[in-house]
T-cell receptor
Framework: DTAVSQTPKYLVTQMGNDKSIKCEQNLGHDTMYWYKQDSKKFLKIMFSYNNKELIINETVPNRFSPKSPDKAHLNLHINSLELGDSAVYFC??????????FGPGTRLTVL | AQSVTQLDSQVPVFEEAPVELRCNYSSSVSVYLFWYVQYPNQGLQLLLKYLSGSTLVKGINGFEAEFNKSQTSFHLRKPSVHISDTAEYFCAVSAASGTYKYIFGTGTRLKVLA
């Protein structure tokens, strides 16, 4: 069973479009995260939810909006996509001691 | 706030040779430390973690790391590498309380040569 899953795995879209990435975890964890990995492989946290409450909101354009319908799901919606949004987006979840389990990533390409 | 420095962006090493990937961190509070590996076009896999206790931590695939509080380091080592160890390695730090958000280093590309 996949612990942290993301859909889609690949996403290719045009500038200006709106898209969503979905994340689900079946580990029973309370906290979920979104990270962005840029073309230089640099990983940076974007958001985190704990029991559906936003607890981390880094300096991210407000075109990015996370949504957590329940503690097992954390979705990322991106409005008006720009070329610079092209990256790999990773979802992660954690329970105790901050140990985070990562999903397989979603490679977003904006043309 | 925490920060992480991975001093080497690339490390080439011959197969069966030992390797050390360096990681230094900065923090005003107690920390947890992690090493993750990323194979090409794949997600992040946990290699090992330091939460507390013994400063020598053993992980998967024969890797180990030593937490050195005085030198604020958490270097990753393997006594004998294989071609299959070729990957990107990331060191991460989080505060030992609060939101536990990870701060990642910039990564070290390990290339194992035949």
């Amino acid at each position: 069973d996949t612990a942290v899953s993301q859909t889609p795995k690949y996403l290719v879209t045009q500038m200006g479009n709106d898209k969503s990435i979905k994340c689900e975890q079946n580990l029973g964890h309370d906290t979920m995260y979104w990270y962005k990995q840029d073309s230089k492989k640099f990983l940076k946290i974007m958001f985190s939810y704990n029991n559906k409450e936003l607890i981390i909101n880094e300096t991210v354009p407000n075109r990015f909006s996370p949504k957590s319908p329940d503690k097992a799901h954390l979705n990322l919606h991106i409005n008006s996509l720009e070329l610079g949004d092209s990256a790999v987006y990773f979802c992660a979840s954690s329970q105790d001691y901050g140990l985070q389990y990562f999903g397989p990533g979603t490679r977003l390409t904006v043309l | 706030a925490q920060s992480v420095t991975q001093l080497d962006s690339q490390v080439p090493v011959f197969e069966e040779a030992p390797v050390e990937l360096r990681c230094n961190y900065s923090s005003s509070v107690s920390v947890y430390l992690f090493w993750y590996v990323q194979y090409p076009n794949q997600g992040l896999q946990l290699l090992l973690k330091y939460l507390s206790g013994s400063t020598l931590v053993k992980g998967i695939n024969g890797f180990e790391a030593e937490f050195n509080k005085s030198q604020t380091s958490f270097h990753l080592r393997k006594p004998s590498v294989h071609i299959s160890d070729t990957a990107e390695y990331f060191c991460a730090v989080s505060a030992a309380s609060g939101t536990y958000k990870y701060i990642f280093g910039t990564g070290t590309r390990l290339k194992v040569l035949a």
